[in-house]
């Protein structure tokens, strides 16, 4: 009785003259619902479900996953094709373990031109194109002669990271004691531990010291690794929408992956290499983190949805323009990437932490600064208060309770010169926490506008690129 009461009241509500109603900027147009109400209609069907079945269909009629040679234009990277064996070089260790890697430029005869650029989380090794592999890079745009990281000056090393999928060891690799899979047998790393891979890298490729180490996002925390653990053989740090400390609001959206990810039924405790992959968890964790990578200012992505549209009825799968931008983004990304290598990556970057007590907890002793290479003796917390603002980019007001520990925590890099960019849409790495890594005298600092949120380090070739070169200039 309550239940038909309810249902008379909803369909003479909606059937009021000129009841016409603004819902989250689009036209509700209640006389085309009433009439739905009212007549009969077949049972309802939700595409975006029905495309989970779909996808899976595929999957099963296939003998292997989609061809790797295959360009995808999923974000937030450019499209790039995923790299296969024959278009990158492998370093193999002995203990053991596999690095993918690429390079660009030429090694100078006293090698002392090699800059290491690290990746975001989902990234290749291939950051631009090359004789191997001529198809357009995830940072194509920055790369190569007279650009922000220049080839006629610098010999350019790019790997995939450890616990990555694109040649280097990883969950989704064959361990040797067992000859299966790791799986979630794959030990949790840290980027330290990345980093340190990066550097066997280094030394079977001869090189003992570093022009500079850059890296934007993911990889601006490995960059400032890298100067942290070898301040000797880092010249310069480069960090882009990075970070020194990860943030509680970034530990949630990637928490919030995971999640979703892991109550996939076929993510089966990681252990899904014999059979489907966890594919509804890695699009709606795909959808998660886009959101975080684009600002809901970039008009590329959120479009104006609030002029008249046409009477109808409103769907309960993707509708607004944005919805459908989320739902691509993940269908793109879904079978393009392993699961456990998101997983573990993603908690590496929650784990990482430069605060003192957090290092020591690491059991990483905090090697001495490299030798300064002016006279200047001044205090590292006097240097980093008169040096490293400006009046444009003054202390901040309310310091965090952390700061005091992630100056003490960044004590080895107080001699190595460090260019932070910023981002002022950036939800991700807040400019406050860049604010808090420039930790030396030797610090430039700078504050990007635009609309593009944590992607910027990808799309702005001015601003990004032309602070990097004369940094490195």
């Not at 099963?60 to 499209?79: C, F, H, T, V, Y």
């Not at 989380?121 to 890079?137: D, F, I, K, R, V």
């Not at 959120?302 to 323009?321: E, M, N, S, W, Y």
Request: aromatic share 8%; with cysteine; glycine share 8%.
């Amino acid at each position: 009785m309550a239940s038909s009461c309810l249902r008379s009241s909803l369909v003479a509500g909606l059937s009021r003259p000129h009841a016409v109603r603004r819902l989250s900027g689009r036209r509700w147009y209640p006389a085309v619902a009433a009439a739905a109400l009212s007549t009969s209609h077949p049972r309802p069907s939700f595409p975006c479900v029905d495309e989970h079945a779909a996808r899976e269909s595929r999957i099963l009629k296939s003998s292997s996953r989609p061809s790797e040679n295959d360009p995808s234009d999923s974000g937030p990277e450019p499209a790039y094709s995923r790299p296969t064996p024959a278009e990158y070089k492998t370093y193999k260790h002995l203990h053991p373990f596999d690095i993918a890697y690429e390079t660009w430029g030429t090694l100078s005869p006293q090698r002392d031109n090699a800059i290491l650029l690290h990746t975001g989380l989902s990234a290749s090794s291939h950051a631009a194109s090359t004789e191997l592999n001529p198809s357009e890079g995830w940072w194509e745009k920055f790369i190569g002669p007279g650009k922000a990281l220049d080839t006629n000056q610098f010999f350019v090393v790019c790997t995939n990271v450890l616990a990555g999928c694109y040649g280097s060891t990883g969950p989704s690799s064959i361990d040797p004691r067992t000859g299966h899979h790791y799986g979630t047998n794959f030990p949790v790393l840290s980027v330290f531990d990345m980093v340190r891979a990066q550097f066997s890298l280094l030394d079977h490729l001869g090189i003992h010291r570093l022009y500079a180490s850059v890296g934007c996002s993911m990889g601006g925390m490995q960059s400032l690794a890298a100067g942290w653990l070898h301040p000797e053989r880092v010249g310069k740090v480069v960090c882009i929408s990075g970070t020194a400390r990860t943030s509680p609001g970034s530990v949630a959206m990637r928490f919030a992956q995971r999640s979703v990810l892991m109550s996939d039924p076929n993510w089966n405790n990681g252990f899904y290499y014999d059979g489907l992959p966890p594919h509804v968890g890695m699009k709606l964790a795909r959808q998660i983190a886009t959101i975080t990578y684009r600002s809901v200012r970039d008009p590329s992505s959120v479009t104006d949805q609030t002029g008249p549209r046409k009477p109808r009825i409103p769907l309960l799968c993707a509708d607004f323009l944005i919805e459908t931008y989320l739902d691509h983004q993940g269908e793109q990304f879904c079978l393009k990437y392993d699961a456990n290598s998101l997983i573990y990556i993603s908690k590496a970057m929650d784990l990482f932490d430069m605060t003192e007590p957090a290092l020591l907890e690491l059991g990483l002793t905090p090697p001495p600064p490299a030798p300064s290479s002016t006279s200047d003796t001044t205090p590292f917390v006097h240097a980093r208060a008169s040096k490293s603002h400006s009046r444009s980019h003054p202390p901040p007001p309310n310091p965090p309770p952390h700061l005091p520990a992630l100056a003490a925590g960044l004590r080895p890099l107080a001699h190595t010169p460090v260019l932070v960019l910023g981002v002022q849409s950036d939800i991700l790495f807040p400019v406050a926490d860049a604010l808090r890594m420039t930790g030396n005298g030797d610090v430039r600092y700078y504050e990007l506008g635009g609309v593009w949120g944590h992607d910027t380090f990808l799309l702005d070739v001015q601003g990004v690129g032309g602070a990097i070169r004369g940094f490195l200039s």
